[in-house]
């Protein structure tokens, strides 16, 4: 048992808690991510909203069942510090104004590709934020909606109702 941050990409051991409190957490974290305790043969995902001073935090959390029991990773999702201003992301100032003229099209598609937490859908988000107008109606398909983004109709993918 250990517990890990990772930090731009690179995974820090933060503490080992005694291995006698290896259930109880795991299923003080799946409990509060309203997941079922009981299972722990397959993969389940929630998420946590913590209220902390003025701010409330979201937490995505996602179960793996591993040899030795299970996986749970935790995800911050701070509403407070999202930023949908893609000058600010960091892109070359070519491939910024490639991806602008790409999504100011009104047809084509633009792929968004990277490893967990490299900020795809901040980017996604960014860029629908753009588009965002009276005139067009945006919707998303989403695994899950991590932000909520006025104007745009989200859709939550779920495959046990066919949807």
């Known amino acids: 048992l250990r517990v890990?941050?990772?930090?731009?990409?690179?995974l820090h051991e933060v503490m080992k808690p005694p291995?006698?409190?290896?259930?109880?957490?795991?299923?003080r974290v799946k409990i509060m991510a309203q997941l079922n305790i009981a299972e722990r043969r397959v993969p389940q995902d929630g998420r946590i909203k913590l209220k902390m001073g003025a701010r409330v935090?979201?937490?995505?959390?996602?179960?793996?069942?591993?040899?030795f029991g299970e996986?749970?990773?935790?995800?911050?999702?701070?509403k407070g510090n999202l930023t949908l201003d893609l000058s600010k992301f960091g892109?070359?100032?070519?491939?910024?104004?490639?991806?602008?003229r790409n999504i100011m099209n009104p047809y084509g598609m633009v792929?968004?590709?990277g490893p967990?937490?490299?900020g795809k859908t901040t980017t996604l988000y960014s860029a629908l934020s753009k588009i965002n107008t009276i005139?067009?109606?945006?919707l998303t398909a989403e695994d899950p909606v991590e932000y909520n983004l006025m104007g745009i109709n989200q859709v939550l993918v779920r495959n046990e109702v066919g949807m």
């Open 57 to 67: 935090i979201d937490f995505r959390v996602s179960t793996l069942p591993v040899l």
């Open 71 to 78: 996986k749970v990773v935790l995800r911050i999702l701070d």
């Open 91 to 100: 892109f070359e100032a070519k491939a910024e104004q490639d991806l602008m």
């Open 4 to 10: 890990r941050y990772r930090i731009d990409g690179v």
């Open 116 to 118: 967990t937490g490299s």
């Open 19 to 27: 291995v006698k409190m290896k259930a109880a957490l795991i299923s």
């Open 111 to 113: 792929l968004v590709t």
């Open 135 to 138: 005139e067009v109606n945006i």
